[in-house]
């Protein structure tokens, strides 16, 4: 599948605002009055521009979460759409390395209800090895949030960062 060694996560992250990924947790942050925010906290137009790269867990049962939204750019990029399937699966499944740390990212992120970030490589994907980002927000009812900034222009081993493509698909 391709090598995925570089996974690398911290929970409750510094970011700077001039990256594009900073100005996904400012949309959870804008939601939160001292308390995780809902996903009914949310409007559709709060992610104009990240429809593409969203990804929305569902970890109510502990031993089987689920994908309960998964943004088109992420079905273009990972081959296909995996609403209502295992988070793992995004990643090659759940005894791949990069599955087990994906789902371990998100279950923290949940039970902490602090927001993550994690990078990895794409290099199984793209033939050469990009570092993307993912940002995870917690959500109440044991959700999470989570969105990526590195998507393809057309499937090729060119890469786009969200931005460029903010700037593509949202002017």
Known sequence: MGRFDNWRSMLDPVLNEDVPIARFAAIWRAKTNGSVPAWRDFDIPDFRGWYGVLLLTDHARANAPFCRLYGSKLSQLFGGDLTGRHPADLFGGRRTTLG???????RLVVGER???LATFD????????????????PLA???????????PAVRTNRFDTANTWLENWTS
């Open 100 to 106: 087990r740390a994906f789902v371990a990212h998100l």
């Open 114 to 116: 602090k927001p993550g």
């Open 122 to 137: 794409i290099e199984a994907f793209a033939g050469a090895a990009p570092r993307s980002t993912l940002l995870s927000l």
């Open 141 to 151: 009812g044991e959700l999470a949030l989570s969105a990526f900034d590195v998507v």
